[in-house]
């Protein structure tokens, strides 16, 4: 049998890059997709993955791209912004969302429908939207809110942007699982809890390994076919409420 083929979008760092050394070191054929070529070029060069230019923006270049690529069993959309996370929601303006909206939501729209002919052809077709545990609206209200802190007086609903977004791409998550549960592919959300990246620097001091979402993410791109669709799950395994 060949190897299963993946493409991890914003492959070029953080939990993308780790996912994709996680998968390589399984033994897959993965596409390291990323906004800047001469970063796409090193990481696949490095990591021994296939490179691929996809700004997820751009739905030109992302048709061009998928032209590239003729087998596709797991996506993974993991490219994410939050642009300017410390302007309080009453400061802030569309542009902070529509800027954070076109990655994270409309960009996820665009990869996704670019290659979904090609997981059609999969024996094994998987989606994994690598979402965030600040977009649950459940976990942000009672009766025991994890992250109210953010919406508070004092904090003026900081990351209101990204939050939403990733509310927005959970609804996107469970509206694909059902339009795309006849073909077989298994789509589902994760919330890869706080790592260390260049998106969350803050995180540096907590620890936060990267490499303990990317697991998360390779369990959901390697769900047996009894496995679940549609759902919202934390890094360790346990379902997120929307
Ligand atoms: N770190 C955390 O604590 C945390 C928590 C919850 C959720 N997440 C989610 O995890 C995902 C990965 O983020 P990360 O923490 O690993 O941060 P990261 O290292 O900054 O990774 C984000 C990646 O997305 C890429 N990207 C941004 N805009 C793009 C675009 N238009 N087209 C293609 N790629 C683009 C970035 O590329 P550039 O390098 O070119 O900017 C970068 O490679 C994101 O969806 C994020 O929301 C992270």
């Known amino acids: 049998m060949p190897s299963p083929t993946a493409l991890v979008t914003g492959a070029t760092s ?13 033994g897959w054929e993965v596409w390291i997709a990323g906004r800047d070529s ?15 230019l996809v700004d997820v923006t751009d739905p030109v270049g992302v ?3 998928a032209r590239r690529v ?23 303006d569309a542009e902070l969302f529509r800027r954070t ?3 994270n939501v409309f960009g996820v729209v665009t990869v996704t429908n670019a290659f979904l002919p090609l997981l059609r ?21 009672g009766p025991n809110p994890q992250f109210d802190h953010h919406q508070a007086a004092a904090n003026g609903g900081r990351l209101a942007a990204y939050r939403s977004s990733k509310t927005a791409l959970n609804a996107l998550t469970l509206f694909y699982a059902q339009a795309l549960a006849d073909d077989g592919i298994k789509v589902n959300a994760l919330a890869p809890g706080v790592r260390a990246t260049n998106l969350n620097p803050a995180a540096a001091a907590r620890g936060g390994d990267p490499a303990e979402a990317a697991d998360a993410v390779v369990d959901l791109a390697t769900l047996a076919d009894d496995g679940p669709t549609g759902q919202f799950f934390s890094y360790d395994g346990t379902p997120v409420p929307w």
């Open 121 to 141: 052809r999969s024996h094994r077709p998987r989606i994994v939207n690598v979402s965030s545990g600040t977009g649950s609206l459940t976990w942000s209200t």
């Open 101 to 103: 909206y076109e990655t």
């Open 63 to 65: 048709a061009a791209a």
């Open 38 to 52: 001469h970063r796409v070029e090193a990481a696949a060069a490095e990591l021994g993955g296939r490179a691929l």
């Open 14 to 26: 953080g939990i993308g890059r780790a996912t994709a050394i996680e998968l390589l070191t399984r």
């Open 70 to 92: 003729s087998e596709l069993d797991v996506l993974v959309n993991n490219a994410g912004v939050s642009p300017e996370p410390s302007v309080p929601l009453a400061e802030s």
